[in-house]
């Protein structure tokens, strides 16, 4: 199984998937190459990140962490933190600081692009099934159980927003607005209004939704179990009164 794909700066594509796989296709997409396998470790990898100078990380399961310096071509295993938590996603604020998030309120912050991690202390105990960073400082975390925490400072101070959402987060993004969008389990998406609140927004996708892509001011496309669903924004009005809840 793979679990995430990015593109370099040169074109070439990187995938990462259980057995702690890591493909790599040449710009055109035609054609992959594993560059790293260990089916013994039986371990997944989750996410990678990899920077416009070819630094870049792929974590996983158990703590696994494998660090590139030549834009996916090679890797080799770094250990970020010690208490071995499922790590779950990993993101590059505007400012270079990168964040890996995971589960038992796992959130390690980098100033240095990987080379060396702090670990965070969020106020949460519980799985992060992802990060976000975004406009002026902010970064989002969320996950289990509907947590989603905001930071408007870098990640020193992190505050819990209330969305009246039981259900897992497993993605969000920023429009061009700076505004967030977030989904998760039974096809519930949120919108942040221009005021800050979060609104459940009506839609026809009723399975989860793992991974948003944002492609215009008012368009964004949803992936999920039910496949691959467009979103006019531009159009959608907050659910009624309880949906949520």
Known sequence: MLTAVTATREGQLVAVGHDALILSSPASGTGWTVVHADPELDTPLFDLWIDQHGNGLAVGAYGLALRTTDYGRS??????????????????????????????????????????????????????????????????????????LESTDGGKTWQHLETGISASFYDAAFLPDHRAIIAGADGIVLLETPAGKFERISHTHSESILKILVTSPDTALLFGEGGIQPLDLSDTLPAEKGRGQ
Do not use: K, M
């Open 75 to 148: 890797w080799l295993r770094q250990e970020i933190d010690s208490q071995e938590a499922h790590f779950y996603a990993i993101d590059e604020a505007p400012n270079g600081n990168l964040f890996v998030c995971g589960e038992f309120g796992t959130v390690l912050q980098s100033g240095n692009r990987g080379q060396s991690w702090t670990r965070l202390d969020v106020g949460w105990d519980g799985t992060f099934f992802g990060c976000r960073s975004g406009h002026a400082g902010r970064v989002l975390l969320y996950g289990l159980e509907g947590v989603l």
